[in-house]
């Protein structure tokens, strides 16, 4: 796990890493266009995976969780990832047990959020960004993702411009029983918007819970 407050020189070293280490690419040099995703939540997107240099905006309850899942997707694929916020909002344990590698994956924290963010499209196939971005600098940034072929996951962030919006609501979760037992899942409804698109029915979404202690 790489972790910093200076994007610029923490991704120059992302810039060796990826260029010697087997199976492990810049955004740039993945060939598939498709990022496949688990199919708990692939049937919620229009291409039924993660379309690179696309800009996708979550909402609700479980927007974090979900764009983890997107993030760990890119993992697998053989990615490097970033997770872009002013403070340390999303705990890197909370990202390990969603699937999300670690070793593949900057944790930048940054007062400016479009100039980090901006940086991290240069060298990763997905940048997930916690926290609010103005509305210029996420459209400069969604222009930024699709010429590089990165994806940016925008959480919470009111940006109704993005190629796919995600609203999450109904969240529930499943395992406990009189006080006792495993969170096992988690049942929501979600809810899709594609960009120049007809409106998609809302979805049912589980996202099964995994412990890193299991």
Known sequence: MA???????????VDGLAS?????????ALTERL???????????PDLGLTRGRTISCHGGSA?????????????AGGWCAVVSRTRSINPAAAREAGVALERTL???ADDLGVATALCLD??????????????????????ANNCSSTLILLNSDFAQADIVFETTNER???????????????????????????????????????IHT
């Not at 974090?64 to 697998?76: E, K, Q, T, Y």
């Open 35 to 45: 990022i496949r995703l688990p199919e708990e939540v692939a049937e919620a997107f």
């Open 123 to 144: 060298s990763c196939a997905v940048v997930l960004v916690h926290g609010v971005v103005a509305l210029r600098d996420a459209r400069r940034l969604q222009a930024r």
């Open 3 to 13: 972790s910093g407050s200076d994007p610029a020189r923490v991704l120059n070293g």
């Open 173 to 211: 979760w499943e395992g406990l029983l009189g006080g006792y037992g495993y969170l096992m899942h988690r049942d929501l409804k979600l809810h899709v918007r594609v960009r120049h698109a007809a409106p998609m029915s809302p979805k049912q979404l589980r996202l099964h819970h995994v412990s």
């Open 107 to 109: 944790w930048i924290t």
């Open 64 to 76: 974090v969780s979900l764009g983890l899942r997107l993030l760990a997707s890119a993992c697998h």
């Open 20 to 28: 010697g280490v087997p199976g492990v690419f810049k955004a740039s």
